[in-house]
């Protein structure tokens, strides 16, 4: 994207403009910023500190091999689902008090799971985990662009965000090795429940309470539809990945969602206060923005997910050396989040966002040449780390790229759309695909056309997104 910086010719010379004035945060405004990149780092953090534990954790409990992929799934299950609902309940009855009470649940979430004593009760722990992530994430993202003004204030919020949630997710691999093979499985969840204990008390003397000037009424049918229809997707796609799409079941659940999703589209049509602006979804950087989310997310999180299986089970690498490899993908992710702005402020969010795409695409291709023999972990983990540099960019980006430009009052609903597009991502990549891997002859050969899949994808989301952002842009 071209930023068009010329002038129209006046007959006199214009005096030099100022510099640009990037006022610096205060000391109260860090303390802000630190609560909710600390909220968003746990969220983050919950998603991965476990992906390293689920063989001993399946064994633990009981789970079978293809049913570890709900440990995951139960979490993003109503943390995708509730997600605008709950975007949308924080913008008009308060942002703040959403936020804390999200903080509690999850906290008290954690430490069912921390002492859950079969799969029932861990995966019900997860799922009220995920509830508490669904009042989290978008109120805490309102809470920061409603906090810092569009600008360099919150072009640096946002990076720092981004930042804190890769790094998240990335330590959470490296403690959950050191943890299940130290302390066991559930001293992952444990951390958890510690980790909320130190932000709640933090929370309420320091963030201020924030909602819509006006009190417009809660869309009722709107909320129940799309509520409906995510869960029922989610579900069709997460059961299919165990079963098969030949369940009454995964086909009831399937037929219901398209339905839901489609009776939501047309009571937003006619809401007067509708849950979501259709307007708003008919944005170019909005539609084409979230599409990049969506498969850098899905993508992403697939690759983590089949790679943690390659690890331990073809190469033979332990909970902790699993960890290690996804630790220089953090140390990655770090060097990343310190210049993707800079890169975002150079070329644009667009170009950010396709080349960030593109560059995934390609090391996840370059990631097939893995095999049986030792040097495939430094393939894997110097492809993995590279490859996270370029999904920080496109996370960053993204995000810039959709909530560019919205007003205070629709904050809600923006970053409840990027982080509803972010936990679907996380959701429904290892169910579609991760099946693939574990359900095939060998996990090698799985593992490979996992990687050939997802390659294939982001290349084809990067084109798509240029394209379609080609008349718009967003600038940084």
């Known amino acids: 994207m071209a930023i068009d910086t010329t002038t129209a010719p006046s007959p006199q010379a214009a005096p030099p403009a100022p510099a640009p004035h990037h006022p610096k945060l205060s000391a109260r405004d860090k303390l802000v910023l630190f609560v909710l990149c600390a909220a968003q780092f746990m969220v983050a953090l919950d998603f991965s500190v476990l992906n390293v534990a689920l063989p001993v954790l399946g064994a633990d409990l009981g789970m079978s091999h293809s049913a570890l992929q709900w440990a995951v799934t139960a979490f993003a299950l109503p943390s995708g689902g509730f997600l605008l609902l709950f975007g949308r309940t924080g913008d008009l009855f308060g942002r703040r008090k959403l936020f804390l009470a999200g903080l509690a649940l999850f906290g008290l979430a954690s430490l069912l799971a921390t002492f859950a004593w079969d799969p029932a009760s861990f995966l019900t722990a997860r799922a009220l985990q995920g509830v508490g992530a669904a009042a ?77 000037p006006d009190r417009p009424r809660l869309d009722i049918p709107g909320a129940v539809t799309v509520t409906g229809g995510l869960l029922s997707l989610i579900y069709a796609l997460s059961t299919a990945a165990e079963r098969g799409f030949g369940g009454t079941d995964v086909l009831v659940a399937l037929v219901a969602g398209v339905a839901l999703l489609g009776a939501f589209g047309y009571v937003e049509s006619r809401a007067a206060s509708p849950l979501v602006s259709l307007p708003m979804l008919r944005r170019r950087t909005v539609a084409w923005g979230n599409l990049g989310g969506l498969v850098t997310f899905s993508m992403m999180s697939t690759v983590v997910f089949v790679l943690t299986l390659y690890l331990q089970e073809v ?144 290349l084809a989301a990067a084109a798509a997104v240029a394209v379609g952002l080609r008349r718009g842009g967003v600038r940084a």
């Not at 969840?189 to 008390?201: D, R």
């Not at 630790?327 to 396709?354: C, D, E, M, N, W």
């Not at 996380?426 to 891997?437: D, H, M, N, S, Y």
Request: charged share 10%; hydrophobic share 50%; proline share 5%.
């Open 136 to 212: 989290i994430v978008p109120t805490g993202m309102s809470l920061l662009t409603t906090t810092f003004p569009e600008g360099p204030q919150r072009d640096r919020a946002l990076g720092i965000s981004g930042t804190l949630l890769s790094l998240g997710f990335t330590v959470g691999m490296v403690l959950g090795g050191v943890l299940t093979d130290t302390l066991g499985w559930r001293s992952t969840m444990g951390l958890l429940t510690l980790f909320a204990l130190i932000v709640l008390p933090l929370a309420p003397g320091l963030l201020p309470e924030s909602r819509t």
């Open 315 to 458: 190469l033979r690498l332990s909970a902790f050396e699993t960890g290690l490899v996804f630790g220089v993908q953090g140390v990655a992710s770090v060097v990343a989040g310190v210049y993707a702005p800079k890169v975002i402020g150079r070329f644009g969010a667009r170009r950010t966002l396709v080349g960030s795409l593109a560059g995934q695409g390609v090391l996840g291709a370059a990631l097939l040449g893995i095999g049986e023999s030792g040097w495939s972990v430094w393939l894997a983990t110097a492809a993995v780390s590279l490859a996270s540099m370029c999904h920080l960019g496109a996370i960053i980006s993204y995000g810039l790229t959709v909530t560019s430009g919205v007003p205070d009052e629709e904050q809600g609903l923006a970053t409840g759309l990027v982080t509803s597009t972010q936990q679907v991502g996380i959701t429904i990549g290892i169910p579609l695909l991760g099946v693939l891997a574990t359900t095939a002859p060998d996990l090698l050969t799985g593992t490979r056309t996992v990687l050939a899949i997802d390659a294939a994808v982001v």
